[in-house]
C-alpha cells in the first residue's frame, strides 16, 4: 500500500513540476511573442515611409572654418520617425493572435490583414487577455530597450527578430526553434 501511495506522489510531483515549467515558459512566450512582433511592425511601419525623403541631421552650427555638420539621412529610418513610430507600435498588438503548438509553446501570428487578403486564423486564439498582455510586453520592451531599437532599426539588416530578441535581449531564448516567418 505505501508502495501504491508513494507512486502517487511521484506522479504528483512530476505533473506540478510540468505545471511549474510552463508557467514559467509563459511569461517568456508572451515577451518573444511581443518583442518578434514589435519587429515585425515596426519593419512594416518602415517599409511604408517613402525612400526618397530624407532629413537633415547634425550640428546647424557654424563650425570655425565656416562649415556645417549637416548629414541628409532617410527619413524612414531617422531617430526622430523611429521614436514616433515607437510611440504607437504597441497599439497594434490588437491585432495579433495567439497560437499554441504541440509543446504548448505560444506564438503570436496577425489575425488582421494589412492587405486585405484572408488570412488563415483556424489555428489562432482571438482574446482579449491576450492582445493586451502582448501590449504590456511590447509597453515593457520599448521602455527598457529604446536604445537598442533605434539601433537596430536605423539600420536596415537581416534577421533582426533573431538579433534583437535572442541574441541582444534574451527575450527569446528559444526563437532560433522559430522559423523566421512566424512570430
Known amino acids: 500500500m505505501r508502495d501504491l501511495l508513494a507512486f502517487f506522489v511521484q506522479i504528483a510531483i512530476l505533473f506540478l513540476l510540468l505545471d511549474f515549467t510552463q508557467a514559467a515558459r509563459q511569461p517568456q512566450d508572451i515577451r518573444c511573442g511581443a518583442c518578434r512582433a514589435l ?19 547634425g ?34 498588438m490588437e491585432d495579433y493572435g495567439e497560437v499554441v503548438d ?12 494589412r492587405t486585405g487578403e ?4 483556424s489555428e489562432a486564439t482571438l482574446d482579449s487577455r491576450v492582445t493586451s498582455s502582448l501590449k504590456f510586453a ?5 521602455e527598457q530597450h529604446e536604445d537598442e531599437l533605434i ?6 539588416m537581416e534577421n ?4 534583437l530578441c535572442s541574441k541582444r535581449t534574451d527575450l527569446c531564448d528559444h526563437a532560433l526553434n522559430i522559423p523566421h516567418d512566424e512570430l
Open 118 to 121: 484572408s488570412l488563415d486564423l
Open 151 to 156: 539601433e537596430f532599426f536605423s539600420h536596415e
Open 138 to 142: 511590447c509597453e515593457t520592451i520599448v
Open 160 to 163: 533582426v527578430k533573431d538579433h
Open 39 to 57: 519587429v515585425d511592425e515596426m519593419e512594416w511601419a518602415i517599409s511604408q515611409v517613402d525612400p526618397k525623403k530624407t532629413i537633415q541631421t
Open 59 to 92: 550640428s546647424f552650427r557654424i563650425n570655425p572654418d565656416g562649415s556645417q555638420s549637416i548629414r541628409e539621412v532617410p527619413l524612414a529610418r531617422s531617430e526622430g520617425n523611429l521614436l514616433d513610430l515607437m510611440e504607437s507600435v504597441c497599439e497594434r
Open 102 to 113: 504541440s509543446s504548448e509553446r505560444k506564438t503570436y501570428i496577425r489575425i488582421k490583414s
